[in-house]
């Protein structure tokens, strides 16, 4: 069974940085696309960003310039490193990842990891 762990997450102040990541239980290039989710008590999961098999990286407006994504393949992790964060940045975060395998999509989910932003 294929499975995907946050970790990283944590009580930070506004302008401050976090670095969260994703461990894969196999190999992360076995999928199309990572990405990381978030979401507020009440509200969708949002996209935040996302890294295709190829290294394509694509980030929501909100964290264009302050959120990179990356990857470390020796590892099967992923990472989302979260500078000059905002209390709008408080959310659970969750990693997701997807495979097809002839015409069929898998998708994986991980926990979520807290992520909160004091002002």
């Known amino acids: 069974q294929v499975q995907v762990v946050e970790s990283g997450g944590g009580l930070v102040q506004a302008g401050g940085s976090l670095r969260l990541s994703c461990v894969a239980s196999?190999?992360?290039?076995?999928?199309?696309?990572i990405r990381w989710y978030r979401q507020v008590p009440g509200k969708q999961r949002d996209l935040v960003a996302g890294i295709t098999n190829g290294g394509n990286t694509n980030y929501a407006d909100s964290v264009k310039g302050r959120f990179t994504m990356s990857r470390d393949s020796d590892k099967n992790t992923v990472y989302l490193q979260m500078n000059s964060l905002k209390p709008d940045d408080t959310a659970v975060y969750y990693c997701?990842?997807?495979?097809?395998?002839?015409?069929?999509?898998?998708?994986?989910w991980g926990q979520g990891t807290q992520v909160t932003v004091s002002s």
């Open positions: 997701n990842a997807v495979a097809f395998t002839t015409g069929v999509k898998y998708e994986y």
């Open positions: 196999t190999r992360i290039s076995s999928f199309n696309v």
